[in-house]
């Protein structure tokens, strides 16, 4: 049967530990690039890497391992750890666990108070558009590679792999195999490699288009 999945690359512009959140043994991608979110399938493989000034290097790459709704997500007992507590670690002042619905109105969004709130806490209405009008999906990964500042440059080969321009590409998933394997062999464990690029203190995202 012939392999249905691919592979999605986009440049992580803003590396912050939010988008993704690479935290507590699970890489989550549950804002922003809402077209990745939207489209991908269990199964599939996400690539992040840097922009133009930091030579495309490699972020993180991952396999979609489950997918949830914001609803699903906020509810699970076991992704609790991603809600944001904002007297907290910076850990806990990057979760990414912010979207659910209201009890009293199945309709209307409820975004917490977090990285992309506005400063006084409340909702950033552009943040809420981008993240939840064009799909509803959480994309869960337990198999991950994320190398945040010890990011790598990859050999010409992988440049497939790579996004150079804004929005994504799709990447064919056998290439996204052979990256795989090609960083597994480099590292004893998978998960957390190493933190975010600008994991150094907490900022709010106005929502400006990127």
Partial sequence: MKNTNNGY????????????????????????????????????????????????????????????????YWNSPEYACKKPVMNGSLMKLYGDNIYHHSESDSTQWIQEDSHHSLEDGS??????????SRTDHVLICTDYYYLGKSMI???DSFSKCLCKNRGHQKVDYSECEK?????SKKYSENGLIDTPLKFEEF???????K
């Fill in 9 to 72: 690359a986009y440049i992580v512009s803003r590396d912050y530990g939010f988008a993704p959140n690479p935290f507590y043994n699970v890489l989550t991608l549950a804002t922003c690039k809402p077209l990745i979110r939207k489209n991908a399938k269990v199964g599939d493989f996400i690539i992040g890497n840097a922009q133009k000034e930091n030579n495309h290097k490699l972020i993180y790459i991952a396999k979609v391992s489950k997918i949830l709704t914001f609803d699903e």
């Fill in 123 to 132: 909702p950033n209405p552009k943040n809420l558009e981008r993240d939840t």
């Fill in 153 to 155: 440059l990859l050999p």
């Fill in 179 to 183: 990256l795989w394997n090609y960083i």
């Fill in 203 to 209: 900022k709010r995202y106005e929502g400006e288009a």
